[in-house]
């Protein structure tokens, strides 16, 4: 239904002209001129058919059917102010969902680079301790999750394919001479299923070990990596999420050569907001990120020093 509004410009008019009792007043907040205030004002009289203001010698004052509508206008203008406000913040902000490993090891202390370029874009990130790609747009505008492929319905570019090898602490490398050694270790689990094991077993050509049914179990790679860095035992991990731990020697990897993949880390939002400018802001820097993550790793090849 078409609404019978009056002109904005008479309302915002008489608004400020009623707030300061004074059409100069109102003149100088709306930066026009006084004669500019008086014909808006004489224009919504004309408009609603009775008079808003009294005009004495030096003053204004309102009638009866002005100071009715007064309230009405402050409210209804503060209201559209507040929800502009919000709006336009929310345009500015950017909350992601973000697989935990992920966001952990690899996001976290890359995203002051982020900040630093888009001062103006405010990251609200939750790590999901799930793969993170069940999210409600109405609470994420994007994701990180970990996934072999993405449903339809998003929008999604791959950030980085998981590169799975097993890492140790280096006292239990030197026990390490074969793949067939790691039954005799004890073996970490970063998740329950023990996926990741069984993907790295069959790139080495190798059976599921009995060993694999024992070990502590974690809910995700980086309390498994931290177990391992502590020297409980061995775990598989991604190469990009354990390279800081491999450069402290903290962790080394026994077995270089092998690789194993289940999926990939993806950049994902819904259909249509794609373009929105932080995001596309976000996706351009983190996708610039992962390509320099992975041409560093391909030009320095990790020597193990068992």
């Known amino acids: 239904m078409r609404r019978a509004l009056p002109p904005l410009h008479a309302l915002r008019a008489f608004e400020a002209a009623a707030r300061h009792e004074s059409f100069s007043k109102a003149a100088d907040e709306l930066c026009v001129t006084q004669g500019a205030v008086s014909r808006q004002i004489m224009g919504l009289e004309e408009w609603l058919g009775v008079p808003l203001f009294r005009r004495l010698t030096r003053r204004v004052e309102l009638t009866d059917d002005g100071r009715a509508l007064l309230p009405v206008l402050s409210e209804s203008f503060d209201r559209i102010a507040g929800t502009a406000a919000r709006l336009a913040a929310r345009g500015r902000d950017l909350r992601i969902k973000v697989a935990f490993s992920f966001g952990i090891r690899w996001l976290m202390p890359r995203l002051v680079r982020f900040q630093a370029r888009h001062p103006d874009v405010q990251v609200r990130v939750t790590v999901a301790w799930s793969s993170g790609l069940e999210f409600d747009p109405q609470e994420f505008d994007a994701a990180i999750p970990y996934c072999r492929e ?107 050569e092998i690789e194993a993949s289940s999926g990939s880390y993806w950049f994902v939002c819904p259909e249509g907001m794609q373009d929105r400018p932080a995001v596309a802001a976000f996706r351009g820097w983190l996708l610039e990120e992962a390509r320099g993550e992975m041409a560093q790793q391909s030009a320095a090849a990790v020597v193990s020093p068992v």
């Open 150 to 256: 993405v449903p339809p319905g998003f929008s999604a570019v791959e950030v980085l394919p998981e590169r799975l090898t097993v890492v140790c602490p280096p006292a239990l490398a030197e026990r390490l001479r074969v793949p067939m050694d790691l039954g005799a270790i004890p073996l970490l689990h970063g998740c329950s299923e023990g996926q990741d094991w069984r993907a790295w077993l069959a790139a080495a050509g190798l059976p599921f070990f009995e060993a694999l049914r024992q070990g502590a179990v974690f809910d995700a790679m980086d309390p498994a990596m931290q177990a391992a860095a502590a020297g409980m035992g061995a775990t598989v991990a991604d190469r990009m999420l354990c390279a800081e731990d491999v450069a402290a020697a903290r962790l080394v990897l026994p077995f270089p």
